[in-house]
Each structure stands twice: as C-alpha cells, then as structure tokens.
C-alpha cells in the first residue's frame, strides 16, 4: 500500500446558506482547497462527491458538483454512509491512492439541509434508520433513537442532563471562535438545562442542528506530494471502520456504538496506538447529540466505560484537559450538514496539525489527531488517525 497524505483542505460558512445552491457551496471549499494544497485542478485525477442527498433539490448531485468545480470527467461517483459520508469519501479518495490507482484524488462532501422544513428533515432522517421495521410503524426520529442512548446511560451509569449539558457548553463555547460556525455564540449552562425537551432526556440544546454547508480534501501519494514539494503534508497513519445492524431492536444495550469500538480498534493498530490520551494530540469527535459524545470519549477508549460523564465534568476534553475534543465547536454547535461533516472533521484536524487554528489551537505535542464519524445511530463508523 502506497502512503497517503493530505495536502490541501478547505471549508465553507456552515449555517442557513440559502444565499448560494448546493454546486457554489461545494466550490466554496474545493476552491480553499485546492489553493491550499497549490495544485492546478486539472492535476486532480478522481474526485468522490459525498452527499446524502435526501434533503437536497439536486437528486444525483456528483457531475453537476465536479463539472461546476473543474472537476469534469474526473468524477465517477457520489458516495453515501448517512452523516459518516464525508468519511466515506474521503476513504474512498484515500484507497484509490494507496491502492495505486490515482496519484491526486479529492474528497468533497456536501449538504443542503435547509431545502426542506424540520419536520421533513426529521422524517427523513426517521425513515434512514430502518424503514421496514422501524419508521413505518413507530415513526422514529433521530432525536428519538439518540433518546434512548441517553436514557439507557443515565440509568446504567447515573449519567445526568446536567453532564449532557456541559458538552453542549464546551462546544457552544470553542464555536464562538469559529468564523465558520452555525452558532458563534456561547451558551450558559443554565440555558442549555432550561431549553426544551426534544426528546426526553434530549433537549434543543442537546442536539446539533439542521445545517448546509461543505468541506474538501485534497491528498495525495508520498511520490505525488515530493514531485510537488509540499513541506507540509498531513498522513493518514489509521483507518478503521465498521458496521451494524440497522435494526436496533436487534442491539445488545443502548450505552455504547459497537462500530465506534470496532473502528477505532483497527485505526489505533494500523497507527501503532495503544493509550490514545497520551498519543494524541486532540480528537474530533462525532456529537450529533450531547450523549453521543460522551458515548464517543468511552467507546474510543479515553476513558473507561459509564465514565463519558465525569470525563466532561472534570474538563478532561476541553483546552488544557486530557485531550482536547470539538475544538471547532462540534456538530453541535459548528453544525451538522450530513455529508460535509466527515470531511469537515479532517480540515479540523489538519488545521490543528499545522497549527493554523488561530484562537482554538491546541499545543502539540505528539502531531497526532483523530477524527470519529458515526452514520445513523451507529449504522457506520469511521476513524482517522492523522499525524503531522
Ligand atoms: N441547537 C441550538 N439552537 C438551535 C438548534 C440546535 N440544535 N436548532 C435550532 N436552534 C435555534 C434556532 O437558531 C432558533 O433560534 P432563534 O429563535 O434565536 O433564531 C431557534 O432555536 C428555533 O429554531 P428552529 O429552526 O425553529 O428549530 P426547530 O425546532 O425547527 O429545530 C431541532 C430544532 C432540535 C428539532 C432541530 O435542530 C433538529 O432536528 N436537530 C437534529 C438534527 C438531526 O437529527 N441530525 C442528524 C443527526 S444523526
């Protein structure tokens, strides 16, 4: 296998962007992108679109995105893993260079959620579940599905609204500083506790929200990025990921994502990592809703199983802590525009990595970052481990 790096990312406003259609949103980060990693598009040899699509006006968005990029005849493909596309496409991009098959590739992922109005967004993220066995007769939300996690933590290992809450705090808090945030403003702690239940124990502030917006990647071959003379690359070190039933009446317990575990397992023994608090540097962190990232700190073994809770409490993921988590501001806060989202999680780390974080920077000291994308309640999960 040939060794992979990522030379160039970039990222868009996320937010309500009914200012522009889903073709300019992509562009607005392929263009960062690809300035970013200096290369001429016409040098780009693949480009994997990831989008979900379901709340999008353009149905088979991946030509009219690489045509409108400068991408024609190069893209072959849409990709789609739920709210893990991104991750997704950026695998995609990732093993068509270290097969040998592309020198250059980009991944781009992009999402218009605000086309349609909550409550469609909300059935259709229902019906992305299980639709036989789940929607059609229960009329399932994702609010709901992650409800249940929360409630099953919470009786379990005594986890309370208030810990849920802090996540949500933390990451409001690190969005405040992100030019490119949903929400750039901070919230109370008092705030959070007081909005309304979404679904019990989930409150508004518990959930991330319904956002547009996208991001790229460019890598790139070891060979590819010497004949270019890029001094900065950024290397995949691990990739793993996983799947699980659809059915979640089929799930052993609802405290935990299988695919989480699995994944990262196989991303740490690929990047040669056994205590990852100490070996890396921060973590990007899927928190579709406050509980999943507390789930995420255990089920990534930062800390032990039923202890997500404390972890928030003591300060362990925030600057200064174990290790810093959402850095950006999270899905929560940052915004959750399904398929942008695995690829924004990799600008996020990439720009810790070469320390143009600004205000958010985290002192390195190992160069090492993950990135964790779940799609639907644990459907898919992906893990990155990058090092600089
Ligand atoms: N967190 C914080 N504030 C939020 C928010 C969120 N998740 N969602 C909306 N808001 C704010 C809006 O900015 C608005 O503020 P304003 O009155 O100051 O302008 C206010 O709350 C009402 O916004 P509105 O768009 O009417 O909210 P809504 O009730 O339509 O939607 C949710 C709220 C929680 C239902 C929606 O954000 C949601 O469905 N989130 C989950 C998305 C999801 O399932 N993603 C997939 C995950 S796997």
Same mark, same amino acid.
């Given at each position: 296998?040939?060794?992979?790096?990522?030379?160039?990312?970039?990222?868009?406003?996320?937010?309500?962007?009914?200012?522009?259609?889903?073709?300019?949103? &992509?562009?607005?980060?392929? %263009?960062?992108?690809?300035? $970013?990693?200096?290369?001429?598009?016409?040098?780009?040899?693949?480009?994997?679109?990831?989008?979900?699509?379901?709340?999008?006006?353009?149905?088979?968005?991946?030509? @009219?995105?690489?045509?409108?990029?400068?991408?024609?005849?190069?893209?072959?493909?849409?990709?789609?893993?739920?709210?893990?596309?991104?991750?997704?496409?950026?695998?995609?991009?990732?093993?068509?260079?270290?097969?040998?098959?592309?020198?250059?590739?980009?991944?781009?992922?992009?999402?218009?959620?605000?086309?349609?109005?909550? &409550?469609?967004?909300?059935?259709?993220?229902?019906?992305?579940?299980?639709?036989?066995?789940? /929607?059609?007769?229960?009329?399932?939300?994702? @609010?709901?599905?992650?409800?249940?996690?929360?409630?099953?933590? =919470?009786?379990?290992?005594?986890?309370?609204?208030?810990? =849920?809450?802090?996540?949500?705090?933390?990451?409001?808090?690190?969005?405040?500083?992100?030019?490119?945030?949903?929400?750039?403003?901070?919230?109370?702690?008092?705030?959070?506790?007081?909005?309304?239940?979404?679904?019990?124990?989930?409150?508004?502030?518990?959930?991330?929200?319904?956002?547009?917006?996208?991001?790229? !990647?460019?890598? &790139?071959?070891?060979?590819?990025?010497?004949?270019?003379?890029?001094?900065?690359?950024?290397?995949?070190?691990?990739?793993?990921?996983?799947?699980?039933?659809?059915?979640?009446?089929?799930?052993?317990?609802?405290?935990?994502?299988?695919?989480?575990?699995?994944?990262?397992?196989?991303?740490?023994?690929?990047?040669?990592?056994?205590?990852?608090?100490?070996?890396?540097?921060? &973590?990007?962190?899927?928190?579709?809703?406050?509980? !999943?990232?507390? =789930?995420?700190?255990? $089920?990534?073994?930062?800390?032990?199983?039923?202890?997500?809770?404390? /972890?928030?409490?003591?300060?362990?993921? $925030? /600057?200064?802590?174990?290790?810093?988590?959402?850095?950006?501001?999270?899905?929560?806060? %940052?915004?959750? @525009?399904?398929?942008?989202?695995?690829?924004? =999680?990799?600008?996020? !780390?990439?720009?810790?990595?070469?320390?143009?974080?600004? @205000?958010?920077?985290?002192?390195?000291?190992?160069?090492?970052?993950?990135?964790?994308?779940?799609?639907?309640?644990?459907?898919?999960?992906?893990?990155?481990?990058?090092?600089?």
């Amino acid at each position: 296998m040939k060794r992979v790096g990522i030379i160039g990312v970039g990222c868009s406003r996320f937010g309500v962007r009914d200012d522009v259609a889903l073709q300019e949103l &992509a562009f607005e980060a392929v %263009k960062e992108a690809v300035q $970013d990693a200096g290369v001429n598009p016409a040098d780009i040899e693949l480009s994997v679109v990831g989008t979900v699509g379901t709340r999008n006006y353009e149905l088979m968005p991946a030509v @009219p995105i690489n045509e409108y990029c400068g991408f024609s005849g190069r893209g072959p493909m849409r990709v789609e893993a739920a709210c893990a596309t991104g991750s997704a496409a950026l695998y995609t991009a990732y093993t068509s260079i270290s097969s040998g098959m592309a020198d250059i590739a980009v991944a781009i992922g992009v999402e218009k959620m605000t086309e349609v109005d909550t &409550a469609t967004s909300l059935a259709v993220g229902g019906r992305s579940g299980n639709y036989l066995f789940e /929607f059609h007769q229960y009329g399932t939300t994702f @609010p709901g599905y992650y409800a249940m996690y929360a409630s099953a933590h =919470m009786a379990r290992y005594g986890t309370t609204e208030k810990q =849920m809450a802090m996540v949500a705090v933390k990451n409001h808090r690190n969005a405040a500083l992100n030019p490119k945030a949903h929400f750039q403003k901070e919230i109370s702690l008092e705030k959070a506790l007081s909005s309304k239940y979404v679904a019990y124990p989930l409150k508004l502030f518990d959930c991330s929200p319904i956002s547009d917006g996208a991001a790229a !990647a460019i890598l &790139a071959s070891e060979e590819k990025i010497r004949e270019l003379g890029v001094d900065n690359p950024v290397w995949i070190d691990g990739v793993g990921y996983s799947s699980d039933t659809s059915n979640l009446t089929k799930r052993p317990d609802y405290v935990g994502l299988r695919t989480t575990v699995e994944a990262a397992a196989a991303a740490y023994k690929m990047a040669g990592i056994d205590n990852p608090v100490k070996q890396l540097d921060i &973590a990007v962190v899927h928190d579709c809703f406050t509980i !999943a990232e507390i =789930m995420a700190y255990e $089920d990534l073994r930062f800390c032990s199983k039923g202890e997500g809770g404390k /972890f928030i409490e003591n300060g362990d993921s $925030d /600057f200064g802590g174990r290790i810093p988590v959402n850095t950006f501001g999270g899905l929560k806060a %940052k915004g959750h @525009p399904l398929g942008a989202t695995g690829v924004a =999680m990799a600008y996020e !780390a990439v720009k810790q990595l070469r320390e143009e974080a600004g @205000p958010l920077q985290v002192d390195l000291k190992n160069y090492r970052a993950l990135t964790h994308n779940i799609g639907g309640t644990g459907h898919f999960g992906w893990v990155f481990i990058l090092r600089r």
